[in-house]
């Protein structure tokens, strides 16, 4: 796990550690020192820590203007034991929400394994997005954890899309995809 970077190619446009209005400002990275694990499997530094001992992200895209962001995900989502879902709406969410984002679009092909619990916050996350004309979109997630997160019924709130070729377009294209797709799943 510890090879696994997040996405650097959109670096030139957008880093989060540099954007004034991103809760993870400020933040200096090692290339060289490990020390965030996902149990006992260290990941690359670069992954950002936002209160979970077991799912890390990074913040690779936002636009405050359209109001959306791209964030990948690494690691273990844990709503069972770890409550991600708490941790992650009011550490993270919550602040991007007061400053107008409210299209996410999560990127989770390296969440390996998803534990569910009660969906009191996803549905609290999506009436806060819904009140901006939002949606939240979870992208590439892998098969064993898509089935847990349906069977939790979260695929009521969080719109679980394949888009394989993300990686290959720009942010701004990446995102008028996707918001088309919800729009017309929206229009029906």
Same mark, same amino acid.
């Given at each position: ?7 650097y190619?959109?670096r ?6 540099? =954007? ?15 020390? &965030?694990?996902?149990y ?5 530094? &670069?992954w950002?820590?936002?209160?979970s ?10 636009d405050y ?6 964030i990948?995900?690494?690691?273990e ?6 409550n991600?879902?708490?941790?992650l ?12 984002? #409210?299209? #996410? ?12 619990? =009660?969906?009191?916050? #996803?549905?609290?996350w ?15 997630m ?5 089935? =847990?997160?349906r069977?939790?019924?979260i695929?009521? #709130?969080?719109?679980?899309?394949y ?6 377009? &720009? ?18």
């Open positions: 796990m510890h090879e696994i970077e997040p996405f190619n959109w030139h446009i957008y880093t989060s550690e540099e =954007d004034p209005k991103s809760p993870f400002y400020g933040r200096v990275y090692s290339e060289f020192e490990f020390s &965030q694990s996902v006992n499997y260290y990941i690359h530094p &670069q950002d820590e936002f209160g001992r077991t799912l890390y992200l990074k913040i690779i895209y936002a203007e359209l109001g959306y962001t791209i990948e995900m690494i690691g989502w844990n709503d069972a034991i770890e991600d879902i708490m941790t709406k009011r550490e993270l969410m919550d602040k991007l929400i007061l400053e107008g984002i #409210y299209k #996410y679009i999560l990127v989770a092909e390296n969440v390996m394994n998803f534990h569910s619990s =009660d969906t009191s916050y #996803y549905e609290e999506v009436e806060d997005v819904e009140e901006g004309g939002g949606w939240i979109v979870m992208l590439d892998p098969e064993q954890s898509q089935y =847990d997160f069977r939790a019924h695929d009521r #709130y969080v719109e679980l899309l888009f394989p070729v993300w990686r290959t377009v &720009q942010p701004q294209h990446l995102f008028a995809a996707i918001d088309n797709k919800m729009l017309r799943r929206l229009e029906r």
